[in-house]
């Protein structure tokens, strides 16, 4: 028994602990304001989408009540799509067509205390990647998977995003 003891001390003791346990968000910190991105790329419904999962995620996970003016939250989360790429990843052989494609899209992303200017949280350069496929069952008919693709993006990014923030990672 003593043995046991000694071992659950020892290991309690060791310095092992879980990692992103800990809150980066100051505890005065109630509301955020998350504005449409600056958009620097060709893709224009990016800087609308990604703030809107993004605050969506807050309700849904989060105690932090988003709010639209920046000059009435507590911490306003700022970004900007700085790169968007899309490459055929599949062709279909018989037609020539492209079957599939991934999506890549390079973000700026920081969370910032309004009343001291603190930078609670960046991610420079995030990069996030999204797959899908195109319909190519008639050539006369197309259905375009990009705003769906733009979507699950959007959400993913998010759920990555407000996890960081919330597990300092």
Known sequence: ?????AICLTLGSC????????????????TIAVP????????????????EAISRE?????????????GEADAVLTGSVVRYTAFPTLINQSTGRTS??????????????RATGKVIFAR?????????????TNNYQYFDENG???QRLSKDVARDLVSSILENF
């Open 148 to 150: 769906a693709g733009l």
């Open 100 to 113: 599939g494609l991934q999506i890549i899209v390079v973000l700026n992303v920081s969370l910032t205390e």
């Open 58 to 70: 807050f309700i849904t996970r989060t105690r932090y009540k988003p709010v639209s003016d920046p």
């Open 15 to 30: 310095g092992y602990h879980v990692a992103g346990q800990a809150d980066l968000v100051p505890k005065d910190v109630h």
């Open 1 to 5: 028994m003593t043995s046991l003891i």
């Open 36 to 51: 449409p991105f600056t958009n620097g790329s060709v893709k224009y419904k990016l800087n609308d989408s990604l703030p």
């Open 124 to 136: 420079p350069y995030y990069e996030a990647h999204e797959r899908y496929e195109l319909s190519t």
